[in-house]
């Protein structure tokens, strides 16, 4: 039986995304986590307490090109992925999905979660820029903040 908190984020991606229903979207599956993890360790990370996780964040590097196809809506967020090369040189890092159980909203999980993500990613990769693709006002807020904590431009998908 899966953890309790697991349960929770897991029905709360899949209610928010759909990605399940829309194959344009990143569907995290075995799969693609282990294909998330040879692009680069910290792309997925997690805060957890004993009954699971209580925060997520998906972050994905990748190169400015495929960066600046995703942002133009010339590709899709899956052509992100399957077109980002393994092992690669990135210098663009996506900014995919934050994901934090309700009762602990509002508390830095998720900032703090991308930040160290970010910082990992960039010991091996010279990072110029954050790209993001906003489902709602409180991602858009997230990836604002991050990118100006971290001193990156910030490009979007929906803006």
Not at 85 to 100: I, K, Q, R
Request: a positive charge; charged letters at 30%.
């Amino acid at each position: 039986m899966l953890e309790d908190n697991l349960e929770r984020m897991i029905k709360l991606a899949e209610e928010f995304f759909d990605a399940k229903n829309d194959p344009l979207q990143i569907s995290v599956g075995e799969k693609t986590r282990r294909q998330l993890k040879r692009i680069h360790p910290s792309t997925m990370t997690e805060i957890r307490n004993k009954k699971g996780p209580i925060a997520w964040i998906l972050v994905m590097p990748t190169t400015t090109a495929l960066m600046d196809q995703f942002v133009a809506r010339k590709i899709h967020e899956q052509d992100l992925l399957d077109k980002t090369p393994v092992p690669g040189t990135y210098n663009a890092l996506y900014l995919c999905s934050a994901l934090v159980l309700p009762e602990f909203r509002g508390k830095g999980y998720a900032k703090r979660l991308a930040l160290k993500a970010i910082r990992s990613v960039r010991k091996q990769h010279r990072i110029r820029y954050l790209f993001y693709w906003a489902f709602s006002a409180e991602g858009r807020k997230l990836a604002r903040s991050v990118a100006s904590e971290i001193r990156l431009p910030l490009l979007s998908r929906n803006e």
